[in-house]
Nanobody
Framework: QVQLVESGGGLVQPGGSLRLSCVTSGFTMDYYAIAWFRQAPGKEREAVSCINHSDSTTYDADSVKGRFTISRDNAKNTVYLQMNSLKPEDTAIYYC?????????????????WGQGTQVTVSS
């Protein structure tokens, strides 16, 4: 059974940092690209960051470039999203997912298997 479980969300002040984790099971993560998406209230879900399985190259949305860093530890079946310099507009539920197609090129991917999400709130 494929599972992705997010953790690490919470309430943080503007300018602060959080690190999200996505622990996977039920499949060999080494062979899959993994992405983070987010959905803010009243908005569509959007791709934030993605990391390829073959060479760990990444994709980041323009809105988070230079602030967010995605990484993976295949030995721990875990993907991380380090979020720095957080802004109120980063407030959303963050989801990790496998991607379709199985690559992050140019941000042209959608989610396939999804986690349940973790809430991130940036507020003073």
């Amino acid at each position: 059974q494929v599972q992705l479980v997010e953790s690490g969300g919470g309430l943080v002040q503007p300018g602060g940092s959080l690190r999200l984790s996505c622990v996977t099971s039920g499949f060999t993560m080494d062979y899959y690209a993994i992405a983070w998406f987010r959905q803010a209230p009243g908005k569509e879900r959007e791709a934030v960051s993605c990391i390829n399985h073959s060479d760990s190259t990444t994709y980041d949305a323009d809105s988070v470039k230079g602030r967010f860093t995605i990484s993976r530890d295949n030995a721990k079946n875990t993907v991380y999203l380090q979020m720095n310099s957080l802004k109120p507009e980063d407030t959303a539920i963050y989801y990790c997912a496998t991607t379709s197609p199985n690559r992050c090129d140019g941000g042209t991917f959608s989610g396939f298997y999804w986690g349940q999400g973790t809430q991130v709130t940036v507020s003073s």
